[in-house]
């Protein structure tokens, strides 16, 4: 079992930049490939970024590519997601998620188990 605990999203201004966190439990988040998420309203979730078990290998959105950064620490349990130039279709609210499979079915939300409550991020044009 495996919790998820986002935090730092909130509002910014267009061109801005966010750093998400999301802080797991146990002690096994190394043996998990981790995902980010996001729903705007109105719209089904949609993937983000998703990173290996050891940070080795990421996947990426096309619509972040560049802009977003995925990253973690195994030593303290932590997902981030760094987020730069920030454009107002990126409001929504971010899910991190854990699986225990990184390779194949890139970007579904399928390979994942574990769900974070989420982290609203806002973003002003």
């Known amino acids: 079992q495996v919790q998820l605990v986002e935090s730092g999203g909130g509002l910014v201004q267009a061109g801005g930049s966010l750093r998400l966190s999301c802080a797991a439990s146990?002690?096994?988040?190394?043996?998990?490939?981790m995902g980010w998420f996001r729903q705007a309203p109105g719209k089904e979730r949609e993937f983000v970024a998703e990173?290996?078990?050891?940070?080795?290998?990421?996947h990426y959105a096309d619509s972040v590519k560049g802009r977003f950064t995925i990253s973690r620490d195994n030593a303290n349990n932590t997902v981030y997601l760094r987020m730069n130039s920030l454009k107002p279709k990126d409001t929504a609210v971010y899910y991190c998620?854990?699986?225990?499979?990184?390779?194949?079915?890139?970007?579904?939300?399928?390979?994942?188990?574990?769900w974070g409550q989420g982290t609203q991020v806002s973003v002003s044009a």
């Open positions: 998620a854990a699986g225990q499979v990184y390779y194949g079915d890139y970007g579904s939300s399928r390979k994942y188990d574990y």
């Open positions: 146990g002690r096994t988040f190394s043996s998990y490939a």
């Open positions: 990173i290996s078990q050891k940070g080795y290998n990421t």
